[in-house]
């Protein structure tokens, strides 16, 4: 697997983020460095997925800040943002989110293809990933025709294939059965760990946040603690 080129820390500080009258962060900062795994954690509507959302530049804050090395996310236009999502980031989502009518290669070969790799070296690249996570035997199989566990596979392949600097995940084991869940998270951990690959996981689950380096622990639209995890593998 190939090494970052370069080193890309994720830092947020005072985010503010209103719907309405709801206040879904209220002052949030934090500072990631490059290839450190981070779960999110805290009760429902607590704010997890909209810090997730600002960090990702797929929300612009109401106020703060959020850089992604020398990039000022939160002041981009939407199209550099997009941009920057497909070039620089990963995502995978609690029901995968993949395409139906694709097949899982031409699933994971999309990323490649959005940046400009040509459909057979983004193909032959899918393959390796599909292989490296398990799934190669699924490789032809649309989203239909898997099990829950292998499209979640397929989605974290999808995630890392085009060697993004971060990559965010929203409660990705929530729609799986415990023992599944624990294996798309160590596939999750130890892969971007390997490639030095930044990993954010929103997760209610605190088997998926021990898998995790560092623990943010949001409450009321607020952080309410943030601590490294010993090391335990
Ligand atoms: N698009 C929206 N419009 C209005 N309110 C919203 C919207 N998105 C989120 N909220 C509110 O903002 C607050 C934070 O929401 P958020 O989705 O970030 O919570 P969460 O911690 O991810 O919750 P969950 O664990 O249920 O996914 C909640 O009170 C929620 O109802
Ligand atoms: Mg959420």
Redesign the pocket.
Do not use: N, Q
């Given at each position: 697997m190939t090494q970052q080129a370069s080193a890309a820390d994720l830092a947020a500080s005072s985010l503010t983020v209103t719907?309405?009258q709801?206040r879904?962060l209220a002052g949030a900062s934090v500072d990631i460095p490059s290839g450190q795994s981070v779960a999110i954690m805290?009760p429902?509507?607590?704010?997890?997925?909209?810090?997730l959302h600002c960090l990702a530049g797929i929300r612009v804050p109401d106020s703060g800040e959020v850089r992604l090395g020398g990039n000022l996310v939160s002041a981009m236009s939407d199209a550099a943002r997009s941009r920057l999502r497909r070039q620089m980031l990963g995502f995978v989502f609690q029901d995968g989110q993949l395409i139906p009518e694709l097949s899982a290669r031409e699933n994971v070969a999309l990323p490649l293809m959005l940046n400009g790799t040509g459909r057979h070296q983004a193909l032959r690249s899918a393959d390796g990933w599909l292989d490296r996570l398990g799934i190669g035997h699924a490789a032809r199989r649309r989203p239909g025709e898997m099990s829950g566990g292998q499209a979640q596979r397929v989605a974290v392949a999808r995630a890392l294939v085009h060697n993004p600097q971060v990559v965010f995940a929203d409660e990705p084991t929530g729609a799986l059965d415990q023992a599944t869940g624990h294996e798309v998270m160590q596939l999750l951990t130890t892969t971007t760990r390997m490639t030095g690959t930044t990993l954010v996981v929103?997760t209610?689950d605190t088997n998926v946040a021990g898998w995790c380096e560092r623990l943010v622990e949001?409450r009321d639209a607020m952080i309410h603690s943030d601590r490294t995890l010993a090391e335990t593998r």
């Open positions: 719907y309405g709801v879904a805290g429902s509507g607590s704010g997890k997925t909209t810090l929103v209610h949001l």
